[in-house]
């Protein structure tokens, strides 16, 4: 496994899902890992985790989440926290679409500010940010205000690598179709409501829409998160790198 020996990161999101994986998986690659969530009791688990500190937070708070991030002083920020909004345009309240971009795309903007100039400092850092394949890759139905929002995090992203590129500071987008996680599990719930299906239907409509035939997993988006944290991905910045089973070729 490649090595994150001494490292420190900040992982969001990281108490279920994608975020967890994260989180564990650069723990037992060495790195020492402050792994933040809004949910302290479902942090639990990684409490008890070597190489990993919990923090409850709430991402959407700027001034704490932007202290955390300054006092951890992190070599690896991983912005992962997000929420999944259904509905198309008209069906998307203002509430909504102020929770999407806060969440989504101002909380990374938040961290990212914040992590920056430690890492300008040392001549070296790596940020990855978490969009989707929903965004400006493909168009997704009833996705409207996530879309526009993991859109504008393949912006920030690339603006910021454009930025620093020469101050040694590396940052990449990871862009997953459909993952199993706790978020999606709900989603296929609401899906088989919606549509008055079961549940077992409501998961195979998702299946179905995946070249592959299958859902993605968790440890799989960790394991791209690791090789971009790593020396190895040292040639690889401003990138939304693609991890969906095919969905978007």
Known sequence: ??????????????????????AMCYARSGANVTAVDINGDALGKLAETPNITVLQLDVTDDAKLAKAVTDTAPELLVNVAGVVHNGNILECSADDWDLAMNLNVRSMYVACQAAL???VERKKGCIINMSSVASSLRAVPVRFAYSVSKAAVLGLTKSIAADFV?????????????????????RARDLAQRENISEQEAVQRFVERQPMGRIGEADE???LALYLATDAAQYVTGQALCIDGGWSM
């Open 117 to 119: 100039p430690g890492m």
């Open 221 to 223: 988006v960790a394991a």
């Open 1 to 22: 496994m490649p090595s994150l020996s001494n490292k420190s990161a900040f992982v969001t999101a990281a108490a279920q899902g994608i975020g967890q994986a994260i």
């Open 166 to 186: 020469k101050d040694g500071i590396r940052i990449n987008a990871i862009c997953p179709g459909t993952v199993r996680s706790p978020s999606w599990e709900q």
